[in-house]
């Protein structure tokens, strides 16, 4: 296709050290927008719990007071939407899935991690591993509120913000690949913001 | 979760604005021409993508506001953001016979077709209507007997988007629109005069009757709190679909 000029158009350009942060078709957002496909789940936090399930020798559970109890990490990354916003040098604390899977013998090479609500996604073992991934539960030094996915949230920086699953309870390791959510409903199933992979396709 | 996404790529159309409307002192729609447009749900949204001569692009989502009866024209509802880089382009700049870039349909949870039968409860607020425009348009154009209330909440009656249709879409049994303005009333006003609550949400829509599906769009704090409000009335969490429309950047 020729390129299609948009007559008068300008745009709003960044600094190169804005823009170099900003992948293909995104553009900078300061406040924190939140989206969500159905209510917000207000947990119990009395009956919170955190499993990792699936092809595992044996299952692991952790009560929120055995959650908040495992070490955790404090971490400043950019966070890209598939709408369109990234927002640059959010702070994040919470337990690294180096940890939660420390110990675990799986012969699963992918996770689905599921949420109060219902959502699931899915993600390769080798994209959350090696110090890529998170359980938050604190953002900006807050407790994360309800609307953002707390009172935790799976955290993958390099992918999409879908895959950082909010209400997120646990993670299903398993053989084969299962598009979660989003990803059955025609949005890209490894979403890698760099490669703009927002929907089946790109 | 019931859904269907639209199989294969979603390749850049090139559309032809066919014409523009002036909605409000803010909004406008713009019919485009589409040739080829594969179709679309009343819900679904597009990427639109706006490029400058030297290369520069942007891009950003809107619903689509028209009904799936218009064939290969859409219409796309745009609210003029005072900092909106795309937006200002949109309902300012561009012209009929324009020529703008697009994607999709894309969406496939937030949607409603007459074979998903109903009862269908609409709850918008400001642009947030147009993505339920397209279910309403299509509800009228499709000839559904599912009863469907949209409760529509604007701040003055000047920024009722699609204010004449929509009373020229209501009818006395089958679909019936309510308005609440928030931020002043003209005189004689007969809708309510608040922002969305309970005791109206319960007002308007009674119970959470079985299989009734509810669609919520409009900015966080009004999704949100209606999401919210609809569970503690008794909806499953499942009857209840929500959308973001905000002043982020667009």
């Known amino acids: ?202 | 979760m019931a859904g269907t996404a639209v199989l294969g790529r979603l390749i850049w159309r090139v559309a032809t604005v066919s014409g523009v409307i002036v909605e409000t002192a803010g909004t406008k729609s713009l019919v485009l021409s589409v040739p080829g447009w594969p179709g679309h749900r009343p819900g679904q949204h597009v990427d639109v993508r706006l490029t400058a001569e030297d290369g520069y692009q942007a891009q950003r989502s809107y619903s689509i506001a028209s009904p799936p009866e218009d064939g290969e024209r859409i219409t796309l509802t745009v609210e003029r953001l005072d900092d909106g880089e795309v937006s200002t382009y949109l309902a300012g700049d561009l012209r009929v016979g324009d020529p703008l870039e697009l994607r999709g349909p894309i969406g496939g949870y937030f949607t409603w077709t007459v074979a998903d039968g109903a009862p269908l409860l609409l709850v918008a607020g400001g642009s947030g209507i147009a993505p339920l425009m397209a279910m309403l348009r299509h509800h009228a154009a499709s000839g559904s007997d599912a009863p469907a209330v949209l409760l529509y909440s604007s701040r003055t009656v000047d920024d009722i988007i699609y204010r004449s249709e929509l009373d020229e879409l209501a009818t006395p049994d089958l679909r019936t629109v309510v308005h609440t303005l928030t931020r002043g009333q003209p005189t004689g006003w007969p809708g309510y005069r608040r922002r969305i609550d309970s005791a109206m949400l319960s007002q308007v829509f009674g119970g959470p009757s079985p299989g009734a599906l509810a669609y919520v769009c409009g900015p966080t704090s009004l999704v949100e709190g209606v999401a919210t409000t609809l569970v503690n009335l008794g909806f499953a969490a499942d009857q209840v679909r929500t959308e973001r429309f905000g002043p982020t950047g667009g």
Not at chain 1, 100 to 110: C, Q, V
Not at chain 1, 113 to 129: H, I, R, W
């Open chain 1, 1 to 202: 296709m020729g390129e299609i000029i948009s007559r008068g158009f300008r745009g709003r350009r960044q600094q190169p050290d804005v823009s170099d942060r900003l992948p293909p078709g995104q553009y900078l957002t300061t406040d924190f927008p939140v989206l969500s496909a159905g209510p917000t789940p207000r947990p119990s936090l009395s009956t919170w719990s955190f499993s990792i399930v699936g092809e595992v020798e044996s299952a692991r559970r952790w009560t929120w007071e055995e959650f908040k109890a495992l070490p955790t990490e404090t971490f400043t990354v950019d966070i890209h939407c598939v709408t369109k916003w990234s927002k640059l040098d959010t702070t994040w604390e919470g337990v690294s899935l180096d940890t939660l899977l420390d110990g675990i013998e799986t012969s699963g090479d992918y996770i689905s991690a599921f949420s109060d609500g219902g959502y699931t996604t899915n993600l390769p073992l080798e994209e959350v591993t090696d110090g890529k991934a998170w359980v938050v539960h604190t953002f900006d030094g807050e407790p994360l509120t309800p609307e953002h996915g707390g009172p935790a949230r799976l955290l993958v920086p390099h992918r999409y913000f879908w895959k950082s699953a909010k209400w997120v309870r646990g993670l299903e390791l398993t053989s084969d690949d299962q598009p979660g959510f989003w990803e059955t409903l025609g949005y890209h199933n490894d979403g890698d913001p760099w490669r703009e992979q927002r929907y089946w396709g790109d």
